[in-house]
């Protein structure tokens, strides 16, 4: 069985940034084949297609260590 090329309208799965979860969203516009552009289904944003990728997650304790260690004087040098 072969896929069928994308078109307008179709709906592909992408993270949104607005829903912050990865949703169903519309393909707005297309380069080739190729998606560009998708409208959320749920909130109705449009942003770039993602490709389903989510972003980066930062390290909650790694964040407050440095917030901390910026905050912190730090010591003198000895002479």
Known sequence: MTDRPRRLGDV???Y???CKLLMNH???ALAGETIVKVRCNTCMSEHPYRQGRT???KDPIKQAYDELMAKTPKPPKPE
């Open 16 to 18: 949104c940034s607005r």
């Open 55 to 57: 972003p980066k997650k």
């Open 12 to 14: 592909v799965d992408d």
């Open 26 to 28: 519309g393909v707005m």
